[in-house]
């Protein structure tokens, strides 16, 4: 059936980015001089560092300014190689790194290349809100897998056996997870694994973009490090964005089996040709830099202060709950004893105390709402202020 403005059956049942449509109503706002509050950032409030902005000019004023390869520079797929040999026990080669347009894009040419209608993607709820819009304009089946606030948003191995099907094709996992800071352990993932294995020609897309802002005792594990088996299995999306302060540089990669690969450039030879060829440079200094270190850390622990003092805030509410987020920048807050739906607390928040927060229906959970802490401390305390008095004015 055509639709009455002609457009595709393919994308009559998309939806736009829950998140962005609540930061960019949380800015309209801000425009028309409101003082609001936004708790629903999926983004560091910090700039990139001057090291890496440094080694972008001087990559445009040397005239870095051309079409690239399609897969990336060849010196920032080296680097990435070797930074996911040396920090995540991963052993990809260069040929086995695909640089996007973001994490976006390396998981959207991936749905593209892997996925055919029938197959089956799990994903474990709450989960990223493009996830199943990607898997769904594939053509390929969501398998919603509820995973438990009690055992802190995480998919257990009993879940995920119950979840197989001769049709599945791909498992999505996400640690640290948006929307929840869940961060899986090295025992968590070796139970997964072996159900894994279990189950021939199935994949694994581990999104580790927030790889780096862990906090506490977590430690950031990459699945495909337990064994040469899975590592076979598993396709890793990251990038820039997070750890680096980079969100509007739009640099992300895939690394997985090489024909994998390959069909994924080959796509985007088709669609975006290359990432912007200056801010590879910039990508590539962040990798490259002894500065980096430094600078990732120091936004690292500020977000470890402002996590504590989130969840203090949250913790403080009688009619809130959630688990502590180990990661991330994130907390997964349960709503259900207000006895509001997601989207209609997160509406009156938004119009009664003006803090911006964004619904857990968009990540498939309708009883939290996500409260995001990239931002900074003063906006922070005010948000949580008015939180509390828009609860206790329910
Ligand atoms: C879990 C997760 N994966 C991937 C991305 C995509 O990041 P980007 O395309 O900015 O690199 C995001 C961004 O919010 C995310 O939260």
Known sequence: MVSAAGLSQRVAHLSPSATLSISAMAKAMQAEGLDVCSLSAGEPDFDTPD????????????GKTRYGPTAGIPAL????????????????????????????????????????????????????????????LAGAKVVRVQTEEARGFKLTPEQLRQALTPRSKLLIL??????????????ELAALAEVILSVPGLYVVCDEIYEKLVYGEARHISLGSLSPELFQRTILSSGFAKAYAMTGWRVGYLAGPQPIIDAAITLQ??????VCTFAQYGALEALTSPLSAAAVEKMRRE??????????????????????PDGAFYVFVNICQTGLSSVEFC??????????AVPGVAFGVDHCIRLSYATDRATLEKGLQRLEAFVHSL
């Open 77 to 136: 797929r080296r680097a990435v190689a070797e930074k996911l040999q040396q920090e995540n026990g991963l052993p990809f080669r260069p040929e086995q790194v695909m640089i996007s347009n973001g994490g976006k894009q390396t998981l959207f040419n991936l749905a593209m290349v892997l996925l055919d209608p029938g197959d089956e993607v799990i994903l474990p709820a709450p989960f990223w809100v493009s996830y199943p819009e990607m898997v769904t």
């Open 269 to 274: 030879s088709h669609s975006t040709s290359n």
């Open 174 to 187: 996400n640690s640290p997870a948006n929307p929840t800071g869940a961060v899986y352990s090295r025992q």
């Open 51 to 62: 090291h890496i902005r440094a080694a972008a000019i001087h990559a445009l004023q040397e």
């Open 347 to 356: 509406q009156r928040l938004l119009q009664d105390q003006q803090v911006a």
């Open 303 to 324: 977000f470890s202060r402002r996590r504590d003092l989130m969840l203090q805030g949250i913790r403080s509410l009688p009619a809130m709950t959630c688990p502590q």
